[in-house]
Protein backbone atom coordinates (compact mmCIF):
# COMPACT_ATOMS: atom_id res chain seq x y z
CA UNK A 1 0.00 0.00 0.00
CA UNK A 2 1.42 3.37 -1.15
CA UNK A 3 1.91 5.84 1.60
CA UNK A 4 -0.67 8.64 -0.21
CA UNK A 5 -2.82 5.93 0.09
CA UNK A 6 -2.86 5.66 3.77
CA UNK A 7 -2.41 9.49 4.33
CA UNK A 8 -5.36 9.89 2.01
CA UNK A 9 -8.43 8.88 1.82
CA UNK A 10 -10.59 9.57 -1.76
CA UNK A 11 -13.80 11.37 -1.33
CA UNK A 12 -16.90 9.33 -1.64
CA UNK A 13 -20.13 10.15 -3.30
CA UNK A 14 -22.01 12.48 -0.48
CA UNK A 15 -17.77 14.14 -0.55
CA UNK A 16 -17.72 14.44 -4.09
CA UNK A 17 -21.31 15.61 -4.40
CA UNK A 18 -20.55 18.68 -1.25
CA UNK A 19 -17.21 19.33 -3.52
CA UNK A 20 -19.18 19.80 -6.58
CA UNK A 21 -21.72 22.29 -5.30
CA UNK A 22 -19.18 24.52 -2.89
CA UNK A 23 -17.10 24.78 -6.20
CA UNK A 24 -20.24 26.00 -8.01
CA UNK A 25 -21.27 28.09 -5.14
CA UNK A 26 -17.50 29.53 -4.95
CA UNK A 27 -17.39 30.20 -8.37
CA UNK A 28 -20.54 32.49 -9.31
CA UNK A 29 -19.69 34.30 -5.90
CA UNK A 30 -16.23 35.31 -7.79
CA UNK A 31 -18.35 35.99 -10.76
CA UNK A 32 -20.47 38.00 -9.08
CA UNK A 33 -17.49 40.29 -7.28
CA UNK A 34 -15.78 40.20 -10.15
CA UNK A 35 -18.85 41.43 -12.20
CA UNK A 36 -19.74 44.39 -8.85
CA UNK A 37 -16.53 45.43 -9.64
CA UNK A 38 -16.64 45.86 -12.88
CA UNK A 39 -19.97 47.83 -13.14
CA UNK A 40 -18.34 50.07 -10.36
CA UNK A 41 -15.86 51.13 -12.39
CA UNK A 42 -17.96 51.51 -15.63
CA UNK A 43 -20.27 53.99 -13.57
CA UNK A 44 -16.72 55.78 -12.82
CA UNK A 45 -16.14 55.97 -16.35
CA UNK A 46 -12.82 53.64 -15.98
CA UNK A 47 -13.45 51.67 -18.85
CA UNK A 48 -13.27 55.01 -21.61
CA UNK A 49 -11.20 54.36 -24.39
CA UNK A 50 -9.03 57.54 -23.57
CA UNK A 51 -7.91 56.20 -20.66
CA UNK A 52 -6.37 52.95 -21.95
CA UNK A 53 -5.16 54.24 -25.26
CA UNK A 54 -1.93 55.25 -24.21
CA UNK A 55 -1.09 51.48 -23.36
CA UNK A 56 -1.54 51.05 -27.03
CA UNK A 57 1.31 53.73 -28.04
CA UNK A 58 5.04 52.94 -27.63
CA UNK A 59 6.24 55.90 -26.51
CA UNK A 60 3.98 54.73 -23.41
CA UNK A 61 6.35 51.17 -23.11
CA UNK A 62 9.47 52.91 -23.94
CA UNK A 63 9.48 55.88 -21.68
CA UNK A 64 7.94 54.54 -18.85
CA UNK A 65 6.89 50.57 -18.54
CA UNK A 66 9.75 49.61 -20.26
CA UNK A 67 12.68 51.20 -18.28
CA UNK A 68 10.67 51.55 -15.30
CA UNK A 69 10.44 47.46 -15.24
CA UNK A 70 13.83 47.05 -16.23
CA UNK A 71 14.79 48.99 -12.85
CA UNK A 72 12.30 47.34 -10.76
CA UNK A 73 13.69 43.12 -11.94
CA UNK A 74 17.68 44.64 -11.53
CA UNK A 75 16.70 45.46 -7.80
CA UNK A 76 15.17 42.69 -7.20
CA UNK A 77 17.68 40.26 -9.13
CA UNK A 78 20.36 41.89 -6.75
CA UNK A 79 18.37 42.22 -3.96
CA UNK A 80 17.57 37.86 -4.13
CA UNK A 81 20.83 37.68 -4.61
CA UNK A 82 22.19 39.37 -1.63
CA UNK A 83 19.32 38.50 0.62
CA UNK A 84 20.00 34.58 -0.25
CA UNK A 85 23.87 35.27 0.44
CA UNK A 86 22.49 37.36 3.67
CA UNK A 87 20.22 34.20 4.91
CA UNK A 88 22.77 31.85 4.47
CA UNK A 89 25.77 33.79 6.24
CA UNK A 90 23.35 34.75 9.20
CA UNK A 91 21.66 30.95 9.57
CA UNK A 92 24.71 29.37 9.88
CA UNK A 93 26.23 31.85 12.16
CA UNK A 94 23.36 31.14 14.11
CA UNK A 95 23.71 27.40 14.43
CA UNK A 96 27.56 28.38 15.51
CA UNK A 97 28.94 26.55 19.20
CA UNK A 98 31.00 29.91 19.46
CA UNK A 99 28.30 32.05 21.64
CA UNK A 100 30.33 35.54 20.38
CA UNK A 101 29.30 34.84 16.71
CA UNK A 102 25.78 32.71 17.65
CA UNK A 103 24.79 35.50 19.54
CA UNK A 104 25.31 38.35 17.87
CA UNK A 105 24.01 36.96 14.70
CA UNK A 106 20.54 36.08 16.64
CA UNK A 107 20.47 39.84 17.73
CA UNK A 108 21.15 41.50 13.68
CA UNK A 109 18.31 38.40 12.05
CA UNK A 110 15.41 39.00 15.17
CA UNK A 111 16.75 43.33 14.51
CA UNK A 112 15.88 43.75 10.87
CA UNK A 113 12.76 41.61 11.43
CA UNK A 114 11.38 44.00 13.47
CA UNK A 115 11.96 46.94 11.42
CA UNK A 116 9.70 47.79 9.31
CA UNK A 117 11.16 47.54 5.07
CA UNK A 118 9.66 51.12 4.35
CA UNK A 119 11.29 52.83 7.10
CA UNK A 120 14.63 51.28 7.24
CA UNK A 121 14.77 52.10 3.33
CA UNK A 122 13.74 55.54 4.61
CA UNK A 123 16.49 55.37 6.86
CA UNK A 124 19.04 54.05 4.26
CA UNK A 125 18.52 56.76 2.18
CA UNK A 126 18.04 60.45 4.43
CA UNK A 127 20.00 58.90 7.64
CA UNK A 128 22.85 57.18 6.64
CA UNK A 129 24.07 60.07 4.46
CA UNK A 130 24.84 61.78 8.29
CA UNK A 131 26.99 59.11 8.70
CA UNK A 132 28.92 58.56 5.56
CA UNK A 133 29.25 61.72 4.95
CA UNK A 134 28.21 61.39 1.11
CA UNK A 135 25.12 60.70 -0.45
CA UNK A 136 23.16 57.32 -1.02
CA UNK A 137 21.44 56.51 -4.35
CA UNK A 138 18.27 55.22 -4.60
CA UNK A 139 18.30 51.91 -5.32
CA UNK A 140 20.89 51.12 -3.01
CA UNK A 141 19.02 52.36 -0.32
CA UNK A 142 16.09 50.25 -1.76
CA UNK A 143 18.68 47.33 -2.54
CA UNK A 144 20.42 47.31 0.95
CA UNK A 145 16.41 47.82 2.58
CA UNK A 146 15.61 44.55 0.27
CA UNK A 147 18.51 42.47 1.62
CA UNK A 148 18.36 43.24 5.55
CA UNK A 149 14.60 42.54 5.50
CA UNK A 150 14.65 39.62 3.54
CA UNK A 151 17.87 38.19 4.17
CA UNK A 152 16.88 38.01 8.48
CA UNK A 153 13.19 36.19 7.08
CA UNK A 154 15.25 33.67 5.03
CA UNK A 155 18.33 33.18 7.68
CA UNK A 156 14.99 31.98 9.99
CA UNK A 157 13.95 29.81 6.80
CA UNK A 158 17.46 28.41 6.26
CA UNK A 159 18.02 27.66 10.11
CA UNK A 160 14.60 25.71 10.54
CA UNK A 161 15.58 23.77 7.60
CA UNK A 162 19.01 22.84 8.45
CA UNK A 163 17.59 22.01 12.01
CA UNK A 164 14.92 19.83 10.52
CA UNK A 165 17.54 17.20 8.56
CA UNK A 166 17.97 14.35 10.47
CA UNK A 167 21.03 13.99 12.78
CA UNK A 168 22.34 11.25 11.03
CA UNK A 169 23.58 13.18 7.96
CA UNK A 170 25.93 15.39 10.49
CA UNK A 171 27.27 11.98 11.48
CA UNK A 172 27.60 10.53 8.42
CA UNK A 173 30.05 13.74 7.52
CA UNK A 174 31.72 13.99 10.64
CA UNK A 175 32.75 9.55 10.49
CA UNK A 176 34.17 10.11 7.54
CA UNK A 177 36.41 13.25 8.37
CA UNK A 178 34.47 16.41 7.71
CA UNK A 179 34.83 19.47 9.53
CA UNK A 180 32.05 21.26 10.68
CA UNK A 181 32.14 24.10 7.70
CA UNK A 182 32.64 21.30 5.38
CA UNK A 183 29.30 19.46 6.33
CA UNK A 184 27.64 22.73 6.81
CA UNK A 185 28.41 23.46 3.38
CA UNK A 186 28.60 19.82 1.70
CA UNK A 187 25.54 18.36 3.24
CA UNK A 188 23.56 20.49 5.36
CA UNK A 189 23.18 23.44 3.83
CA UNK A 190 21.93 21.79 0.01
CA UNK A 191 19.46 19.65 1.55
CA UNK A 192 18.03 22.73 3.79
CA UNK A 193 17.60 24.83 0.73
CA UNK A 194 15.91 22.14 -1.17
CA UNK A 195 13.35 21.22 1.76
CA UNK A 196 12.84 24.99 2.56
CA UNK A 197 12.82 25.98 -1.22
CA UNK A 198 8.50 27.09 -1.31
CA UNK A 199 9.45 28.88 1.67
CA UNK A 200 12.68 30.69 -0.18
CA UNK A 201 10.36 31.75 -3.57
CA UNK A 202 7.83 32.59 -1.30
CA UNK A 203 10.03 35.35 0.25
CA UNK A 204 11.88 35.87 -2.87
CA UNK A 205 8.20 37.10 -4.34
CA UNK A 206 7.70 39.37 -1.80
CA UNK A 207 10.69 40.70 -2.31
CA UNK A 208 9.85 41.09 -5.75
CA UNK A 209 6.99 43.11 -4.74
CA UNK A 210 8.72 45.38 -1.83
CA UNK A 211 10.25 46.95 -4.68
CA UNK A 212 7.69 49.05 -5.23
CA UNK A 213 8.42 50.54 -1.70
CA UNK A 214 11.62 52.54 -3.75
CA UNK A 215 8.86 55.29 -4.28
CA UNK A 216 9.05 56.82 -0.93
CA UNK A 217 12.99 57.94 -1.96
CA UNK A 218 11.46 58.36 -5.74
CA UNK A 219 13.44 54.89 -7.65
CA UNK A 220 12.37 54.74 -10.75
CA UNK A 221 10.78 51.58 -10.61
CA UNK A 222 7.52 50.36 -12.01
CA UNK A 223 4.82 51.71 -9.28
CA UNK A 224 7.19 54.96 -9.78
CA UNK A 225 7.09 55.75 -13.36
CA UNK A 226 4.39 52.85 -14.75
CA UNK A 227 1.91 54.47 -12.59
CA UNK A 228 2.57 57.79 -10.97
CA UNK A 229 4.39 59.41 -13.55
CA UNK A 230 2.26 57.25 -15.95
CA UNK A 231 -0.87 58.98 -14.90
CA UNK A 232 0.54 62.32 -14.60
CA UNK A 233 0.31 62.57 -17.73
CA UNK A 234 -2.69 61.10 -18.68
CA UNK A 235 -4.78 60.87 -16.04
CA UNK A 236 -4.98 57.61 -15.70
CA UNK A 237 -4.13 56.16 -12.69
CA UNK A 238 -6.38 53.22 -12.23
CA UNK A 239 -5.67 51.91 -15.50
CA UNK A 240 -1.84 52.31 -15.36
CA UNK A 241 -2.43 50.20 -11.25
CA UNK A 242 -4.30 47.30 -13.34
CA UNK A 243 -1.65 47.33 -16.02
CA UNK A 244 1.49 47.41 -13.32
CA UNK A 245 -0.52 45.05 -11.37
CA UNK A 246 -0.95 42.46 -13.99
CA UNK A 247 2.67 42.73 -15.22
CA UNK A 248 3.73 41.93 -11.04
CA UNK A 249 1.42 38.55 -11.73
CA UNK A 250 3.18 37.97 -14.70
CA UNK A 251 6.58 38.22 -13.25
CA UNK A 252 5.44 36.06 -10.24
CA UNK A 253 4.00 33.64 -12.02
CA UNK A 254 6.71 33.11 -14.16
CA UNK A 255 9.45 33.43 -10.68
CA UNK A 256 6.81 29.89 -9.16
CA UNK A 257 6.93 28.46 -12.33
CA UNK A 258 10.74 28.37 -12.59
CA UNK A 259 10.93 27.38 -9.01
CA UNK A 260 8.82 24.35 -9.33
CA UNK A 261 10.72 23.29 -12.23
CA UNK A 262 13.70 23.29 -9.93
CA UNK A 263 12.17 21.61 -7.30
CA UNK A 264 11.38 18.95 -9.43
CA UNK A 265 14.83 18.35 -11.09
CA UNK A 266 16.17 18.54 -7.81
CA UNK A 267 14.39 15.63 -6.21
CA UNK A 268 14.99 13.38 -9.58
CA UNK A 269 18.40 13.84 -9.03
CA UNK A 270 17.97 13.42 -5.17
CA UNK A 271 15.90 10.43 -4.96
CA UNK A 272 16.89 7.89 -6.74
CA UNK A 273 15.08 4.18 -6.14
CA UNK A 274 18.25 1.95 -5.93
CA UNK A 275 18.60 -0.73 -8.99
CA UNK A 276 17.91 -3.97 -7.48
CA UNK A 277 20.55 -6.69 -8.37
CA UNK A 278 21.33 -10.21 -7.37
CA UNK A 279 25.32 -11.05 -7.30
CA UNK A 280 25.95 -14.78 -7.12
CA UNK A 281 28.40 -14.14 -4.30
CA UNK A 282 26.78 -11.98 -2.39
CA UNK A 283 22.68 -12.98 -2.54
CA UNK A 284 22.34 -14.28 1.65
CA UNK A 285 20.22 -17.13 2.19
CA UNK A 286 16.57 -17.30 1.50
CA UNK A 287 17.06 -15.42 -2.50
CA UNK A 288 16.78 -11.99 -1.09
CA UNK A 289 19.06 -9.44 -3.31
CA UNK A 290 21.38 -6.87 -2.23
CA UNK A 291 20.92 -3.04 -3.56
CA UNK A 292 23.47 -1.89 -5.37
CA UNK A 293 24.99 1.74 -4.25
CA UNK A 294 24.09 4.47 -6.51
CA UNK A 295 27.50 6.40 -7.93
Not at 18 to 44: C, M, T
Request: no cysteine.
Amino acid sequence: MSTSSILYDHPGPRARLRNRVLSIVFGVALLALLWWLYSKFDQAGQWEGRLWKPFTEPKTWTEFIGPALLQTLYAAATGMVLSLAFGIVFAVGRLSDHWWLRIPAGVVVEFFRAVPLLLMIFFIFYGVPFLIQGPVSAFWAVVVGLTLYNGSVLAEAFRAGIRSIPGGQSEAGYAVGMRKGQVMRLILVPQAARAMLPVIVSQLVVLLKDTALGYIVAFPELLQRGVNDLSANYGNVVAAAMVAATIYILINSLLTALAGWLDRRTRRRGFRIPRQTAAPDSTPAGGATVAEPQG
